[in-house]
């Protein structure tokens, strides 16, 4: 078993994304057998940058207002929303807000690609 407060678990830089952390709560390393369960925290104004991968993404906001593109769709999302990123579709994450906005991801197992 594994429980603890999320913010015991150190942030980690995102691919040098300024202003982008994440937390891995679980995944590989920590023997999670499916999938990977994270949480982002994105400083107002930082962007992840467009960007696909093989695998869906279950995404839940925790905090904050965001954009959410998903190929040629945006959505402004904020606290308590949820978006499903289909296997292979572009997507991009802003944070318009002006706080921090933090969010849950959940991935299979397979994009869980830390070193």
Known sequence: MR?????E????EVYGIPGVKVRW???RKEGAPNFAFRIFEMEPGSVIPSHEHDWEHEVF???GEGIVGVNEEEKTIKEGDFVLIPPGARHK???IGEG???FICVIPLKGDTRP
């Open 3 to 7: 429980a603890l407060h999320y913010t």
């Open 9 to 12: 678990i150190e942030p980690q």
């Open 25 to 27: 709560l679980a995944g």
């Open 61 to 63: 906001v925790l905090k």
């Open 93 to 95: 994450f802003i944070n």
């Open 100 to 102: 921090v906005f933090r």
